[in-house]
């Protein structure tokens, strides 16, 4: 198995189409000029030493060097081997409201980047557990399966914004029938579910699909982010805010948190209840009823001793980096004036 152990570094490699529009914006440049002066074979017996093919090779060196530094900087590891490791726990589905109403800035920065900050930090405290990912507004999708692959939780968890749902509302109980949807019921291991929302624009019978969910043994869970009082929902362009949603008759829209739904919601699927703000989460409270649930002892393979690689692709590199330096971008004039094939008339 192949992994990257710093794959911010790879971002570098988008320079590569950049260094190539230079490059042949500067060639054609070179040409033109060239062209200016007159006839191209009368000027170019009189600069008899400009090549146009080695600039070429010497780019070609530089740009393969480039990316293989790029490339040995991210680190790229390869799994030597595989072990069978035992682990014993529960299946986690986070349901994530990514609503229009979840950019209220009642809790810090908003609510949606407060809710992702504490997830993130639930994921770093997981062992043995899995989790999936589902997204929802007025529709739901799953964003990631469940999975004892923390790292890509975390990855997949840092690209979620509320442009990925086009269909507006808060289709909690169609998050929940798709979060069940996603559970592997064969492996006998406990379940259970964590929704995390506003209750802003609730549409569908969001209590009647957590009790179904609890005939199944899966327990719902729900943790209510924003406030009684409520905040303007902004509008962001190009990554700037702009200013206010607003009703009719112009004046700002103000999300408030649903809490009483969020109550019913969980009282439903046997849950939790638990109202984030600034300083804490809830979700350490939720993992506490969670802990409750059967967690079943499961065999999953597993790479081990990684090995670094990077070694290579930077022995390439400085090979390249070297060849291109000895290379002229002029012709040798006494290397040309050897014929090897020249055919002598007797």
Do not use: C
């Not at 996603?182 to 995390?196: C, H, L, Q, R, V």
């Not at 408030?256 to 804490?280: D, H, P, S």
């Amino acid at each position: 198995m192949l992994r990257f152990a710093n794959t911010e570094f790879l971002w570098g490699l988008l320079a590569i189409p950049l260094l190539l529009f230079i490059f042949l914006r500067v060639n054609w440049w070179k040409r033109k000029a060239i062209a200016s002066l007159g006839n191209k074979e009368v000027v170019m017996q009189l600069m008899p030493q400009v090549s146009f093919s080695r600039p070429w090779i010497k780019f070609i060196f530089f740009i393969l060097a480039y990316a293989l530094v790029i490339i040995g900087i991210a680190d790229p590891q390869l799994g030597s081997k595989t072990e069978e490791v035992k682990r014993k726990g529960a299946d986690l589905m986070i349901l994530l409201d990514v609503s229009n109403s979840m950019l209220a800035q009642d809790l810090a920065p908003n609510r949606l980047e407060n809710a992702k900050r504490a997830l993130s930090q639930l994921i770093d405290k997981l062992h043995d557990d899995r989790i999936g990912i589902v997204v929802f507004a007025g529709q739901a999708y799953v964003q990631l399966p469940v999975t004892t692959d923390y790292a890509a939780a975390k990855l997949f968890l840092n690209t979620i914004n509320t442009e990925m749902v086009p269909t507006q509302g808060t289709a909690i109980g169609a998050a929940i029938n798709l979060g069940m949807q996603s559970f592997d019921f064969k492996n006998g291991t406990g379940k259970s579910i964590i929704i995390i929302t506003d209750g802003e624009n609730h549409e569908d019978d969001a209590v009647s699909a957590a009790k179904a969910a609890l005939a199944r043994n899966v327990t719902v869970n729900v943790v209510g982010v924003g406030s009684e009082e409520g905040a303007p929902i902004p509008i962001y362009q190009n990554g700037k805010q702009t200013g206010f949603h607003n009703d009719s008759t112009g004046h700002p829209v103000v999300s408030k948190l649903n809490e009483q739904m969020g109550k019913e919601i969980a009282e439903a699927g046997n849950g939790v209840y638990v109202r984030a703000n600034n300083a804490n989460s809830g979700l350490n409270i939720v993992m506490d009823q969670i802990a409750k649930v059967q967690r079943k002892m499961t065999d999953t393979k597993q790479f081990k001793d990684f090995e670094d690689r990077f070694q290579f692709f930077l022995a390439i590199a400085f090979v390249l980096l070297l060849a291109e330096f000895f290379i002229s971008i002029r012709k040798n004039m006494r290397l040309s004036k050897i014929k090897l094939f020249e055919v002598k008339n007797t």
